[in-house]
Each structure stands twice: as C-alpha cells, then as structure tokens.
C-alpha cells in the first residue's frame, strides 16, 4: 500500500462511520458511553458484525502506518542525498576557489623574488581578477533569473517604475508559492535588460542565501501543473560563458530528442543524460 493523505483521511471516515453505526446500535450518543454493560446490548450476529469491521479497519491502518514509515524513510534518504550533493558541490568550488588564489599567490611570489616591477603588477592585477571572479561567483550563486513573466513598457514615471517593481516582486512571492518555498526570502528582484515591445525580459531576483537557490531549482518542475506559470522557467545566473557552454548542450539534447524520443533527457552536472520513459 502507497501512502498518502488521502487515505489517511479516508480511513478516519471509516472508522468515524464505523463508531457512529455502533454507537446507533446500542442506542448512546457518546463515544464514552460505549462500555460492558452498553455492548453487551448488542446480539451475537450484529456484535461478530462490527469485529469484523473494526478488525478489518485495524489491519488497514496498520498497512497505512507501514507506508507512511516507509515514505518518511525516502524523504530522509532523499534530503540526506540533497545534503551530500549541496556539500559535494561546495567542496569542489572551495577547491576550485583555493587553486586559484594559490595558482596567483605562487605567481606573484615568484615575480616578487625575481624583483621585476612590470611583472609585479601584472601578477597583482591577475590576483585582483580572480578575487573579484570568486566574489562575482558568489553573488550569482544567490541569484536566480525567472523566464516567461509578461512584460511592461517603462516610461519615464518613477513611481509606475516603482509600482512594475513591485508586481515583480509579488509574482515572484507567488512563484514561491506554487513551488512550495514558502521559507525562501527574496532580498530584491528587477527586470534585465531595456524594454523591447517583441520580447519578453527575464527577472533577476536575488535570494538570501545559494541554499535556497538549490531549494526553488529543485522544485521548479512544480510550475508546470499550475495554470498561471505553465509557461514560466528558472535558471540559475550564469555566466555569458556557462549561457553559451549551457546553449550547446541543450541544442545537443535537441538533436539526441530528434533521433530517438522513447528516451527522457535532461542535463545534470554539465552532461546530457537520459533515462527510459515510464
């Protein structure tokens, strides 16, 4: 038996419906006047009647129990795996982040003993870039970008450019909503790019923490069942380098969808990987 909320309420029906045809039975209108002296009311047909359905109901809710034990233990696994993977990743951008700044320090210490001043400055400059890439990285592993929400003209109104702010902000509460991030805090949010009336812009919202960038990522898929933001996507703020390296693998699983479609395909990890369909 799967488990689900469903027939969890499902079986309190049954056992509210079960309780109520005994107490009827034995004619009390109190589930504490149900005692010896009232059952012992009730005749031997309709008496092996209700065991029956009360042991048949006990049998269920034990099945039911069961499920909900084995649900609860694939949550758990579920999230551990999500921890593994979030710690995984952070691992390897610490150690990515360490190999630079080590790769730049050793440069520069190099240049420093051989006394060459033009070097020098060169090597500092080279460290200055790849602090700044690593705090650039960091600010955009806050930020997630929001595809397919109607657009408005700007005008030179400062308080209708207010107003467009704050309906981007409330569309992206609700976002927050329909995938169930509730706890997600939204720090600030604004549209990329000038107004074009053939396009559409993105949404550039930043988050307060990449955690919960992973969080709403993951829950994405949820947009397609609902009626409002069928048609909207996220992505997380790349790079004009990991736009186009992302370009070329989804024209890639394009290509791969074409030749053979009894396949699902997806990205993950900077691969096109696929699964057979259900």
């Known amino acids: 038996m799967d488990f689900s909320v469903e027939l969890l309420h499902s079986t309190e029906k049954k056992l509210n419906a079960e309780i109520s045809r005994l107490m009827k039975a034995v004619k009390v209108s109190t589930v504490s006047d149900l005692n010896s002296n009232t059952l012992g009311k009730l005749q031997k047909a309709p008496s092996n009647d209700f065991l029956n359905a009360f042991v048949a109901l006990l049998e269920s809710n034990m099945s039911l129990c069961k499920a909900a034990a084995s649900s609860i233990d694939e949550m758990k696994s579920k999230v551990l795996d999500t921890q593994n993977q979030l710690i995984h990743r952070q691992q390897d951008e610490l150690a990515k982040v360490k190999d630079t700044v ?5 440069s ?39 595809y397919g929400v109607t657009d408005e003209e700007e005008t030179e109104t400062d308080w209708e450019g207010v107003l467009k702010i704050d309906r981007a902000s409330e569309t992206v509460k609700s976002i927050c909503e329909v995938t ?16 074009k009336s053939d396009k559409i812009r993105p949404i550039k919202v930043q988050l307060r923490t990449s955690s919960d960038v992973d969080l709403l990522l993951r829950r994405a898929c949820k947009l397609k ?13 790349r790079t004009p380098e990991q736009r186009a390296a992302r370009n070329k693998l989804v024209q890639h699983m394009k290509e791969l969808i074409i ?15 696929y699964t057979d369909k259900k």
């Not at 080590?102 to 050793?106: I, L, S, V």
């Not at 051989?114 to 602090?131: C, F, G, I, P």
């Not at 030749?259 to 997806?266: G, M, P, Q, T």
């Open 108 to 146: 520069w210490a190099d240049v420093a003993r051989k006394n060459d001043k033009q070097n020098r400055q060169l090597t500092a400059k080279s460290v200055k870039e790849a602090v700044k890439a690593v705090s650039e990285e960091e600010e955009r592993s806050k930020n997630i970008i929001v």
């Open 225 to 237: 069942s609902s009626e409002e933001f069928s048609g909207v996507y996220l992505a997380p703020d």
């Open 259 to 273: 030749k053979d479609s009894s396949k699902h395909y997806f990205i993950r990890d900077d691969k096109v990987r």
């Open 180 to 195: 169930d991030c509730l706890n997600v805090e939204v720090q600030s949010c604004s549209r990329i790019g000038m107004w």
């Open 102 to 106: 080590q790769t730049e320090m050793k």
